[in-house]
């Protein structure tokens, strides 16, 4: 059974269905296994909680 965790901003749930959308496919298809199979989870995290290149998100 493969586990997916996205560490990401947060974003619509739109853009999220359509992602695990996307996530199943490409196990469906690479691994032949039940969609039922493929679990994704979402850890987003608000633009103030952490940074890249010595800067917070937000400041950016």
């Not at 199979?37 to 995290?45: K, L």
């Amino acid at each position: 059974m493969p586990n997916v965790t996205i560490q990401q901003l947060p974003k619509t749930p739109e853009l999220k269905r359509a992602l695990i959308a996307k996530i199943t496919d490409a196990f469906i298809d690479a691994y032949q296994i039940p969609a039922e199979t493929v679990h994704v989870w979402f850890d987003e995290h608000p633009a103030d909680a952490y940074g890249v290149a010595g800067k917070l998100i937000a400041d950016r």
